[in-house]
Structures are given as C-alpha cells and as structure tokens.
C-alpha cells in the first residue's frame, strides 16, 4: 500500500520493524507448540499464562506491537502508513486509508483471540499438556529476548533515520515522486489518525463479549441461513481453495495434454526419437550398399562421377570448378 502511494521510506521502515515482532511472534508460537507437546489447535490449549509466563509475555510483547499499540515498535510505522495515506487526499489515498484502517481492527481481533484462546480462557487440553508445559530454555529463550526488545524499541529509535525530514540514509537509493507527502502529520485530522488505534483498543471488549459474556448469541447467530452462508464463505478462506483447486485441475489436464501430444508426440518424432530412426534407417540403407562385388563399385564410381560433372555444367564457377577437383581426388583415393 506505502509502496503504490509513493511512500517507499515509510514502507522500507515498516518492513524492518515488521521483521522483528512477525519473528518474535512466530517463535513464540514455535515455543508455545513445543512446551504443549505440539498440540497445534487453539481450542484444545487455555489457561497456559500461569505455565508459560516467559513465553505469554514475548507472545504480549509480539501481538501489541503486530496491533500498533502506543510507543512499541510497530506504531511508528503502521500509523504513519495509515495517516500518510489519508493525507494525499485522493481517491486512491481514501481507499487505501479505509481498508487499512478496518485490517487494523482485523489485525487486533485476530491477534487478542490468539493470546485469549491459548493463554487467557479456561484450560481446555488435556492433564498431559498442562503436566509437562513449560517456558522455552536459555538457548531458545535469548532470541525470543532479543526481537521482544527490538519489538519495543527499535520503532522509536530508527523513526527519524528512516523517514525523517533530511535523512541521508535513503536520499539516492529510492526513487521518490516530485511532492512525496511530508506534511500529513500536520493536516490529517486528529480523529482519522486515531481511527486504527480506537478500532485496535475495542477488539478487546468486542471479544471478550462475544467469547465469554454472550457466547451463547454467536453459537445461535449459526441457525440463521443467511449467517451460515457468510461464515461458509469466510471460513472456506473466500473459496479461493475451491477455485485453486479447479484451477491446478486443468493446468494439470492441459500438462498431460500437452506432454503427451507435444512432448512425447511431436518433439519426440522431430528429435530423438525420429532422428535415432532416421539415422539408423539411413545407416541400414547404406549398409546394404556394401555387398563386395567390384561391378556395383564401379557403377557407383561412374554414377558419382556422372553427378560431379553435371554439377559442374551447371555452376561454371570457380567453386564449383575446385568441387569437382576435389572429389575427383577423393574417388581416386578410395579406388
């Protein structure tokens, strides 16, 4: 999105604060599988905070700044996208602004159900899980450490490298357009800036009624038809499995087609295997040239000769001319 509105500092910024609490998220989820003893669904895990602390806290960490919560790595570069996108002041800015703002609220929702599901709700595993759960060791705990501090720090540190006005760090290594927007920190209202940031603050309520308080109206809302063909769509991934699955149908169809009459058809009767039979055949042919009578030999010497001259009659030139000396040569030699 920072890329198509020109902003290629900004989204370079977001990528690298991006890298460290997305890695610290997927570690932590990486420790987490492996102190449950690889189980992998959500709804079989719960109650794991007072288990796993080290690794509920990394996991915090990682989800707040993926959300964009105040002062942590991930707000000074997903905000700034997001108001910069609405301080170019154009359709394709508006755009750009809505949809961002509405995948933050996503984002929240999704990320606080992760730390709800697996660390916050009741226990819903097995005895065995929660027996032998525990926080990663020193060797794994040190990198999941680390990105937590970059994921806390680093956005705050690196702002005005990156996008600060008269930073020299990316001055001639990316292009910009002739008025790349500077100023929206200035001109965007106050609200639309904290437009994602309200949408991040009330995913938290939304689901803690939705999933604890009122469980029991999202479980009925099923019932409904209409309700049940939105969430088919949605939980079918938008059928976009449907639709790649019928897709890679007929790209494989039209491989088998394909290899077979053009590969191992066409190709095949043009290259190896009709040369090899072209090859063999005139070798064959050949072959049956030498049957060791003298006569045969002279008449293909006078049939060749006879050849050579009418070559020579018919091109009077001085090619054609040392053609014919050369293999007058040659015959002589083989006779």
């Not at 042919?285 to 006879?306: C, H, K, M, N, W």
Request: one cysteine or more; aromatic letters at 14%; proline letters at 4%.
């Amino acid at each position: 999105m920072a890329c198509g509105l020109s902003e290629f500092n900004s989204a370079l910024f977001h990528l690298v604060n991006h890298a460290f609490f997305k890695a610290l998220l997927f570690l932590s989820a990486g420790a987490l599988i492996h102190a449950v003893q690889d189980e992998q669904d959500l709804r079989a895990l719960g109650g794991l905070v007072s288990f796993v602390p080290y690794t509920y806290i990394v996991s915090l960490i990682g989800s707040m700044s993926l959300m964009a919560y105040p002062f942590l790595t991930g707000f000074y570069s997903k905000e700034l996208l997001i108001m910069t996108a609405y301080g170019h002041y154009s359709v394709s800015g508006s755009v750009a602004y809505w949809l961002a703002a509405v995948g933050a609220g996503l984002t929240a929702t999704y990320s606080l159900r992760l730390l709800f599901l697996a660390f916050l709700s009741k226990p819903n595993g097995s005895k065995l899980n929660y027996i032998s759960a525990h926080d990663p060791a020193l060797l794994m705990a040190i990198p999941l450490a680390i990105l937590a501090v970059f994921s806390v720090f680093f956005g705050y540190i690196a702002q005005e490298l990156f996008i600060g006005p008269g930073s020299p760090l990316l001055s001639n290594g990316l292009f910009q357009q002739p008025n790349p927007v500077n100023e929206a920190e200035f001109t965007v209202p106050l609200l639309y800036k904290l437009l994602p940031l309200i949408a991040a603050i009330l995913a938290y309520p939304l689901l803690l009624v939705l999933y604890s308080w009122y469980s029991h109206f999202t479980t009925r809302l099923i019932y409904i038809d209409l309700w049940r063909q939105i969430y088919t769509f949605f939980n079918r991934a938008f059928l976009f499995d449907g639709l790649y699955s019928s897709l890679g149908s007929a790209m494989l169809a039209l491989g088998h087609i394909t290899a077979k009459s053009i590969d191992k058809g066409i190709l095949e009767l043009l290259g190896p295997s009709g040369l090899t039979k072209l090859v063999n055949t005139f070798a064959v042919r050949l072959s049956s040239l030498y049957s060791g009578y003298i006569p045969e030999y002279a008449t293909y010497i006078a049939l060749g000769l006879v050849g050579i001259l009418a070559l020579a009659v018919g091109l009077v030139q001085a090619k054609a001319a040392l053609l014919l000396a050369c293999s007058i040569v040659l015959i002589s030699l083989v006779k």
